[in-house]
């Protein structure tokens, strides 16, 4: 099993703007595509040359077919995304990994958020997804491709949602009307 590694390229687009995408990127859970999303800290965020870089924790549950469920010591993955945002290149870069379950399946994923001249936001994934378990990674490896496809779907699903609930005015308060603080504090 050492090479039955999987590796999913996709490519899609959002019909929203770059702009609202990042508006709301970290305010997208919960929501009722993403039940599977339980929890979410920030373990840091910081301003370096003009990206802001987010570390988080993530908690994660899905619901396992039967087969699967006595392989699992737990139903709750844990999962950290670095993010960088762009917001002069229009980039959300994200890099995603599972911090346990994986000699059972790890699934490693780089996404590009971009925006698109025809005002929507193009989204680019890779992922590699990998099983160390003798004897049934392939079994494991395709249920981990298939629950990611799913997953994608959801995100896509979750995006619409909160700008739908979000007026454009809240959305356009979150980056236009931010207090100028840039001489409050001495450098």
Same mark, same amino acid.
């Not at 549950?61 to 699967?68: E, F, G, K, M, Y």
């Given at each position: 099993c050492f090479v039955g590694m999987k590796f999913i390229e996709t490519n899609s687009s959002?019909? #929203?703007s770059w702009f609202n995408i990042s508006s709301v990127f970290f305010c997208r859970y919960p929501n009722p595509y993403s039940k599977h999303v339980l929890s979410e800290d920030v373990i840091s965020r910081k301003l370096e040359n003009n990206i802001l870089k987010t570390?988080?924790?993530?908690?994660k549950?899905?619901?396992?077919?039967?087969?699967?469920k006595r392989f699992l010591p737990s139903s709750t993955a844990y999962i950290v995304e670095e993010s960088h945002v762009d917001l002069k290149t229009g980039?959300? =870069?994200?890099?995603?990994?599972?911090?346990?379950?994986?000699?059972?399946?790890?699934?490693?994923?780089?996404?590009f958020f971009l925006?698109?001249?025809?005002?929507?936001?193009?989204?680019?994934r890779q992922a590699y997804i990998k099983s160390n378990l003798f004897g049934l990674c392939h079994a494991f490896e395709s249920f981990g491709l298939k629950r990611y496809c799913s997953n994608i779907s959801k =995100?896509?699903?979750?995006?619409?949602?909160v700008l739908k609930i979000k007026s454009p005015q809240s959305i356009a #308060?979150?980056?236009?009307n931010l207090p100028d603080i840039s001489n409050t504090f001495p450098v």
């Open positions: 959002i019909n #929203h570390i988080r924790l993530q908690s549950t899905n619901d396992a077919p039967n087969w699967l980039v959300i =870069m994200t890099y995603t990994t599972n911090l346990n379950l994986k000699t059972l399946l790890q699934v490693d994923e780089k996404a925006k698109s001249p025809d005002g929507s936001t193009k989204v680019n =995100m896509e699903k979750s995006f619409d949602y #308060h979150l980056s236009y």
